[in-house]
């Protein structure tokens, strides 16, 4: 589940407290639910070590490019993986991060196509990383591109937390989209959004499965998986046939040209949800 070095939780409540009031009102220790507060001080706790990959260097922070990017003071760009933005990413994470030596860990240090080195930040010493601490916060949306099982399951138990306690972005009723009402996700086009709904079909046409969600295939939404993603589904021990009449919740980009459309090429971005759980507060 998932900032001073004798105690990794200080700077991150006086960060809190002092730059976060208009998010988070009221007194820290009202802010910090128990299950949050642990996430963010337990530095040697099974949440916070999963996510320890080899150091792939440290810098300090010089600016905030965007909303997952940071410059560093030697000229490197770094985009922190395993999040999506929401609306008040930016504003965190420039909270959090302006002006501050950090540590990057990741398992590849090979930049992507835009000359970024993805990685994981942690501040100075602190064992718990930037992502955790924007996920506990309702901050940033879990993006399942991170593979290793321990580290995406501590990414999900940290936004898990936020969303039951409706968190910074996770306040607003419509953080997570309604399957049954595909003109709102339609409506997130081009975005990063978070679905939740029954399966009431499992179709394949040719090297693509449709999960369809409504009983017009053209209009209602719909998941698509292609063949080529199909093994690591299976190795997850998850037949795409049993997810009918099933409740799952999916993340995504939106696109479609008449119905809505999230394509999953990763097994994390896929959710099974208990029949009697209600909308967006599982973990």
């Not at 138990?157 to 989209?177: H, L, V, Y």
């Not at 978070?194 to 040719?206: C, F, I, Y």
Request: some cysteine; overall charge neutral.
């Amino acid at each position: 589940m998932t900032a001073c070095e004798e105690d990794p939780s200080r700077l991150t409540a006086h960060e809190l407290k002092s730059g976060r009031n208009a998010t988070f009102p009221g007194h820290v220790t009202q802010l910090l639910h128990p299950i949050v507060a642990f996430l963010l001080v337990a530095a040697h706790g099974a949440f916070a070590t999963p996510c320890h990959f080899e150091s792939q260097g440290e810098g300090r922070v010089a600016a905030i490019v965007d909303a997952r990017s940071v410059r560093l003071d030697d000229g490197r760009e770094i985009r922190l993986t395993g999040i999506e933005q929401t609306a008040t990413t930016k504003q965190a994470l420039t909270s959090l991060l302006s002006g501050r030596d950090v540590t990057l860990r990741s398992a590849d240090d090979t930049p992507d196509r835009y000359g970024r080195q993805g990685a994981l930040v942690f501040i100075g010493e602190n064992d718990t990383s930037v992502q955790a601490m924007l996920l506990a916060q309702g901050d940033a949306f879990v993006s399942a591109e991170i593979v290793d099982k321990d580290c995406a399951t501590a990414l999900m138990a940290s936004e898990a937390a936020a969303r039951r306690q409706k968190m910074g972005s996770w306040a607003d009723p419509s953080a997570i989209k309604n399957a049954e009402s595909p003109d709102d996700i339609l409506a997130e086009i081009g975005r990063f959004t978070v679905v939740e709904g029954k399966v009431l079909s499992v179709r394949q046409a040719g090297a693509t499965t449709y999960l369809n969600f409504g009983r017009n295939w053209t209009r209602g939404f719909a998941v698509t998986i292609s063949k080529r993603t199909l093994p690591a589904f299976e190795s997850a021990g998850i037949a795409l046939k049993s997810l009918e009449n099933r409740r799952i919740r999916v993340r995504g980009w939106v696109e479609g040209n008449t119905g809505p459309r999230i394509d999953v090429r990763l097994v994390g971005q896929v959710e099974l949800l208990g029949a009697s759980e209600p909308t967006g507060v599982r973990p």
